[in-house]
T-cell receptor, first 113, second 112 residues
Framework: EPEVTQTPSHQVTQMGQEVILRCVPI?????FYWYRQILGQKVEFLVS????????KSEIFDDQFSVERPDGSNFTLKIRSTKLEDSAMYFC???????????FGSGTRLTVV | GNSVTQMEGPVTLSEEAFLTINCTYTATGYPSLFWYVQYPGEGLQLLLKATKADDKGSNKGFEATYRKETTSFHLEKGSVQVSDSAVYFCALPLQGAQKLVFGQGTRLTINP
């Protein structure tokens, strides 16, 4: 079964550093997403990406965040200057646009110290 | 906008017990409804889904029926196993959007 692959599985970074979280969506999917889950809390939508541009973003997704699809297979989330409160599990997802064909990756646990 | 409310956890049961995890929703129209499961150390996996009223989604012995009268999509399993220990999330699409809105998650622990 096709998978969404995320790397790394766990990243520790110092506050103020930049991090890039990487994802390889399912190859024939058109919509790409990042979600975040702070420990013990809800899974929250961050951003959706379609046709090489952001289609929607939440209020969490401020100027410190950016997304990119640099080469037609990878989908990245960059946090420019990490804060302690950015510590969370970050999930990448892709969908075929049918409204319910979502596939999530296994997540990257980001720890900001 | 669309939203979903899940029963609070954690839930602890013995093996072979009957499971119900409640989920109610608020929505305009009749969106698809989903249950996702997150096993320890893993990502979110789609457990089951229903696309219209009175549909029943089922997978791995779990079932949920889309009930528009009670705006509910409760997750049930007749006989749980230790391997069902996980966090379960109810979810639905936000109106007019591709993105999903998740419930707060219910942590389920099954003891042998």
């Amino acid at each position: 079964e096709p998978e969404v692959t995320q790397t790394p599985s766990h990243q520790v970074t110092q506050m103020g550093q930049e991090v890039i979280l990487r994802c390889v969506p399912i190859s024939n999917h058109l919509y790409f997403y990042w979600y975040r889950q702070i420990l013990g809390q809800k899974v929250e939508f961050l951003v959706s990406f379609y046709n090489n541009e952001i289609s929607e973003k939440s209020e969490i997704f401020d100027d410190q965040f950016s997304v990119e699809r640099p080469d037609g297979s990878n989908f990245t989330l960059k946090i420019r200057s990490t804060k302690l409160e950015d510590s969370a599990m970050y999930f990448c997802a892709s969908s075929d646009g049918s409204g319910w064909g979502y596939t999530f990756g296994s997540g990257t646990r980001l720890t900001v110290v | 906008g669309n939203s979903v409310t899940q029963m609070e956890g954690p839930v602890t049961l013995s093996e072979e017990a009957f499971l119900t995890i409640n989920c109610t929703y608020t929505a305009t129209g009749y969106p698809s409804l989903f249950w996702y499961v997150q096993y320890p150390g893993e990502g979110l996996q789609l457990l089951l889904k229903a696309t219209k009223a009175d549909d029943k989604g089922s997978n791995k012995g779990f079932e949920a029926t889309y009930r528009k009268e009670t705006t509910s999509f409760h997750l049930e399993k007749g006989s749980v196993q230790v391997s069902d220990s996980a966090v379960y999330f109810c979810a639905l699409p936000l109106q007019g959007a591709q993105k999903l809105v998740f419930g707060q998650g219910t942590r389920l622990t099954i003891n042998p």
